[in-house]
């Protein structure tokens, strides 16, 4: 039976004083399969969970699920069915498909390693390896690294970049789903000067960020009429090639170090009171 969670959320679960002080990856990272709730996004994307997640199958027409072993491949509907759409499109610009990289947990939630968002079941990763091989074993996918396309200095792009990667990138960034794409600067800066004139409105979505060399981050925009979710603030306007350019000049300068900088404590991690009070029952279901 599916439950429905709603802001008066039907199985109404109190918290322990524990409970709410622990560490809410450990709790999320525990579960192994999903709610039976209605599939629902919940809170942000940075500060949330999943309900009624759906499993991406681990093998496709076009696309291999990839480190199985980490059980990650998880997300609201609306993030399998793009993956379905983007990946037989990524068959027609030249690769088999597509590498899919971490989703998110069978309830979303914090995770103990790689990512602070991913936790509402509408980020996913793509690997920038041209996917040819649809036959991996699931040691290979274990063992397999992505391809790097940034070089070394971190203001330019490598051998590895094609206009496949190109052509993909855009196709992603064009559905109408999709909130915004993290990549590598300098990929981005390609992008924004090989696209023509009339064709440069997707650019916006593109946007650059650290250690998106080897793969690329697609965020959804939040289901139509999800009351529980949240969107991240607006992109800016125009295209963003223009500040592009910070993340390969001025970011890569050395910094002056400040002596009168005030110590910053380490983050906290997450607590179940730090989120939506709805993902309590579906953690707890």
Known sequence: MIRILS???????????????????????AVDLPSSHQATAVGAYSKGCLAGAVELPENGPTWQAMRLSRNRNWGHPNLIAYIERLSERASQLGWNGLYIGDMAQPRGGPMNGGHASHQSGLDV????SPAMDLNLSRDQRESLSAINVRTADQRGLNDHWTRNHYEILRAAAMDPAVARIFITPPAKLWMCKNSPAGDRAWLHKIRPWWAHNDHFHVRL?????????????????????????????????????DPNAPIVPPKRPLTMADLPEQCRAVLQE
């Open 7 to 29: 802001g008066i959320f039907a199985l109404i679960l109190v918290a322990s004083p524990v409970l709410a002080d622990t560490a809410a990856k450990n709790l999320f990272g």
């Open 125 to 128: 990763d793509i690997w920038l």
């Open 221 to 257: 925009n939040c289901p139509r009429g999800a009351t529980l979710c949240e969107e991240q603030d607006p992109i800016p306007a125009g295209d963003g090639c223009k500040d592009a350019i910070w993340w390969v000049t001025e970011a890569l300068e050395p910094q002056k170090p």
